[in-house]
């Protein structure tokens, strides 16, 4: 029934019946079928899109729903691999703009290197007046000066733009702040783009984060010499207080933001859609409180319900889930206290759950030696949140749920992709934004899956 009716309808469905409520976010996504035709308007949501605007940010109006570039929709390559589907991003961009949305996020390392050359193709089509356009430095790992300038420059000629709305530090945390001061000091590229940002070519300069508590105060303390106009950080109703593989929470990073007035992005408002893929009787009970909103919605009513809070980056691959987020922002319908702490109970309900806290950006792929580590995660994570992750042969459902974990494992993750070919080289780790130690949780189901082979559980 899934893949003849839309996510909404279906998860209306779901409200009806606890039953029904059960199976919406089971299941790793899919591309959701659409029942009328995607390029049409949306009446009700036109015009009502919900904007924020800061003092510090001048007559900049933001569109509280921002649109993240990292998972644009693509099509397999005749010559191996997969490209850009760029009609269909067109039609997003189209759809976004025409509804309200304004700010669209990219960087020169999203989707193996083609997001920002997509994205600049898809937005010269409109008025340069109307959209925000943000990027970031992406030297991970090259971060000479010779090799940072020429990416920043490659940015200006991939999206098409004479200037650069937001730009932003990427990823700052990984390596502590010698990493930072490798990759941004000691070349003088933040000089470079303090100057930059006094010229105009870049209009808003921030960071974005992941990392520890002790960088993130680091950062902050530049604060008033460097003037970081925004800051992007990871936040979500799970993550507010009870952060899982990490020890600072976003409740202290946007407080500490809120403190001293920066502006805040939002990244990982579904945790890469994990927020969507739960338990059945979190589901249900989601759908108990609020049978006519989508799972999504709350997770961005959660996001956008703080006042400091400039825009929520979303990854929506599908028109399905752009309509969906542009209706919960239009207009946003802030969470009351009560809903609040509704979502911080269940927020411990799911962290009981023994998923691994993969949001499938794919910072750590390619590996090396060809596994496709978070189809692998992503699968297991799947299984939990089904119940099909069996303790031992004299469960009760033992036959159903070794059988759903194997033949869905072997679905999922090509034979030469999967666990059993890691060898523990370690590349993945530092890629990591969520801190995984992906060799350790990869050689763990691998375990378990041959036990379930051999039957020895």
Not at 158 to 167: E, G, K, P, S, T
Not at 409 to 431: F, M, P, S
Not at 432 to 438: A, E
């Amino acid at each position: 029934m899934r893949k003849n009716i839309n996510r909404r309808d279906f998860l209306k469905l779901a409200g009806a019946a606890a039953s029904g409520a059960a199976l919406a976010a089971c299941g790793q996504q899919e591309k959701p079928a659409a029942t009328a035709p995607t390029s049409a308007s949306d009446p009700e949501a036109v015009g009502k899109m919900t904007y924020r605007s800061f003092p510090s940010l001048g007559e900049d109006k933001v569109s509280i729903l921002g649109y993240g570039c990292m998972r644009w929709p693509t099509v397999k390559n005749p010559e191996g691999g997969n490209v850009i589907d760029q009609e269909a991003v067109n039609r997003l961009v189209d759809y976004a703009l025409e509804h309200g949305v304004n700010l669209f996020d990219t960087s020169p390392v999203y989707v193996q290197g083609q997001s920002e050359k997509a994205t600049g193709i898809a937005l010269k089509r409109h008025p340069r007046s109307s959209y925000y356009v943000s990027t970031k430095l992406s030297n991970f790992t090259n971060y000479t000066r010779e090799n940072s300038l020429t990416m920043y420059y490659n940015s200006f000629k991939n999206l098409q733009v004479d200037y650069i709305d937001y730009y932003l530090l990427h990823s700052i945390g990984g390596g502590g702040m010698k990493h930072f001061r490798e990759r941004y000091v000691d070349n003088g590229m933040l000089d470079f783009l303090m100057k930059e940002r006094e010229a105009g070519r870049i209009r808003r300069l921030g960071w974005s984060f992941h990392g520890s508590k002790e960088v993130f105060d680091a950062m902050l303390a530049l604060h008033e010499e460097v003037h970081w106009d925004f800051v992007l950080i990871q936040m979500n109703y799970l993550d507010w207080k009870i952060p899982k593989g990490s020890s600072i929470s976003a409740e202290y990073l946007y407080t500490e933001l809120e403190k001293r007035n920066i502006p805040v992005l939002i990244m990982e408002p579904l945790l890469g859609g994990r927020l969507t893929r739960l338990p059945d009787h979190v589901v249900a009970r989601l759908k108990q409180q609020d049978p006519e909103s989508s799972v999504a919605s709350w997770a961005f009513r959660f996001a956008g319900s703080h006042r400091n809070v400039l825009s929520v980056l979303s990854g929506m691959t599908y028109m399905e889930h752009l309509q969906d987020n542009i209706r919960t922002y239009s207009p946003l319908r802030p969470l009351t206290a009560e809903e609040k702490n509704f979502l911080y109970e269940t927020a411990a309900i799911i962290n009981s759950y023994p998923t691994v806290p993969c949001n499938d950006c794919k910072y750590c792929m390619p590996c090396p030696y060809g596994l496709d580590i978070p189809a692998v995660l992503l699968h297991y994570n799947k299984c939990v949140n089904e119940g099909n992750i069996p303790q031992s042969r004299q469960d009760e459902n033992y036959r159903k749920a070794r059988r759903a974990f194997l033949v869905g494992y072997n679905r999922a993750v090509e034979k030469l992709r999967q666990a059993d070919h890691c060898v523990g080289c370690r590349q993945c780790v530092e890629h990591c934004p969520q801190d995984i130690d992906i060799p350790k949780e990869l050689q763990r189901i691998d375990t378990f899956i041959e036990k379930l082979k051999q039957e020895t559980l």
